[in-house]
């Protein structure tokens, strides 16, 4: 989408740059998870050390210590020394928030970074996604931004991303820089338009803009506009041989049915998704045409079906991988088979749903299938009553 690679390179002219050590985004709180998946697919490919804190801010001293914390235990996997501690000069609670983060943003610098001019940076990402105390954060992203800067500035070597709106500043001072950030639903939409209808745009491109401003059309409420967009996305896809956008289309227009209740359209068009998306060698876009199949076959009571497209979406999010969707899958899986009255198989596919949730700490999808394990412990043969008592016994 054209308005995510704009903002990625925003983000890396900032980063390469050498006119400003910090940023401020301005944007809707909403917004800012476009930024960190862009950072993240930055990160992926850089020298830098990019180090994220989107942890939630309840007040300036708590957000200050889970930095420290965040910066201590990343030198001390750089150093290969688990006694490394911080200068007193990140802890001590007589100085404010302020002077303990810079503090610990100096120390992570000088135990991350080698000397030399050519060295990687350090890119820290001080924007929490969740705010308990606006004004709090308020003060505490202005103590950063006004703090003199001195020279060379405390931030050498160090890009900063803080997150207020810019109005917050009467004038940002001499190494701060600030960068818009509008991913709303409306730029969205008239980014992917633009794309799709732009003639010097490869026609790859072109239509997976449309593709996209279908989807957005879709989301919006706009069904008509988004049959029409997925489309014309299918003919060209057809026509091109892309089974990837014409998986992908069908499945859209199959959206668009379900989000009418029309179930049996819905699952026409998924059914004729299925016959490309098994042709892409992809497995995302097969778990995803999978994962809508299995959905309307258990709400159409079609649960044989149902059963095996669910077994088929827990393979193929392993092959992705889709820790969530697995373990989702291997839930329903064991919803199906407890229904017809296979307890043993039903209580493996909650335990391994269980133990997916567990190694990836999704504590709500966990929370969920505690019941039903405990539940099973009463039904199940002596061997697998083992193993969930081992489990459930582990206080997990």
């Known amino acids: 989408m054209r308005a995510l690679r704009q903002l990625e390179r925003q983000l890396v002219d900032f980063i390469a740059g050498h006119e400003h050590g910090l940023c401020v985004l301005d944007g809707e709180p909403a917004q800012l998870p476009w930024v960190y998946a862009a950072l993240q697919r930055l990160d992926a490919t850089s020298s830098d050390v990019f180090l994220p804190f989107p942890h ?39 100085r404010t928030a302020v002077e303990r983060v810079r503090a610990a943003l100096e120390f992570g610098r000088a135990q991350m970074l080698a000397p030399g001019a050519g060295s990687p940076r350090l890119v820290v990402v001080l924007v929490p996604l969740t705010v308990e105390d ?14 003199p800067a001195g020279w060379p500035p405390w931030f050498h070597r160090m890009r900063i991303f803080l997150h207020a709106r810019r109005c917050s500043f009467a004038e940002l001072p001499r190494f701060v820089g600030s960068m818009a950030v509008d991913l709303s639903p409306a730029a969205l939409q008239a980014s992917v338009v633009e794309e799709a209808q732009d003639p010097d745009a490869p026609p790859q491109r072109r239509a997976e803009a449309l593709l996209q401003a279908a989807a957005l059309d879709a989301v919006s409420g706009r069904h008509e506009a988004a049959v029409v967009g997925y489309r014309q996305v299918h003919a060209w896809a057809d026509h ?4 990837v956008l014409a998986a992908l289309a069908l499945h859209g227009i199959g959206d668009v049915a379900y989000a009418r209740r029309d179930m049996l359209e819905a699952l026409a ?4 998704a299925l016959v490309p998306a098994s042709s892409t060698g ?91 394990l405990h539940a099973s412990v009463l039904r ?11 489990f459930l016994g582990g206080g997990q």
């Open 240 to 243: 091109a041989k892309s089974p």
């Open 269 to 272: 068009w998924y059914e004729r």
């Open 282 to 372: 992809a497995a995302l876009v097969m778990l995803i045409v999978t994962q809508s199949l299995a959905r309307l076959y258990f709400e159409l009571d079609r649960r044989a079906d149902a059963e095996t497209f669910y077994d088929g979406a827990q393979r193929l999010a392993m092959v992705v991988p889709d820790a969530t969707s697995h373990a989702q899958a291997l839930q329903w899986r064991g919803r199906l088979q407890e229904l017809r009255g296979a307890v043993d198989d039903a209580a493996t596919s909650y335990l391994a749903a269980a133990r997916v949730a567990r190694e990836h700490e999704h504590s709500a999808l966990l929370d969920e299938l505690r019941p039903r």
């Open 134 to 147: 606006e004004d709090a954060a308020a003060a505490f992203v202005r103590g950063l931004v006004t703090a």
């Open 380 to 390: 199940v043969s002596e061997p697998l009553r083992r193993e969930l008592a081992a």
């Open 56 to 94: 939630a801010f309840a007040s300036s001293d708590a957000y200050a210590g889970t930095i420290a914390e965040g910066l201590l235990a990343t030198a001390r996997e750089v150093a290969g020394d688990a006694q490394l501690e911080l200068p007193r000069a990140c802890i001590d609670p007589r």
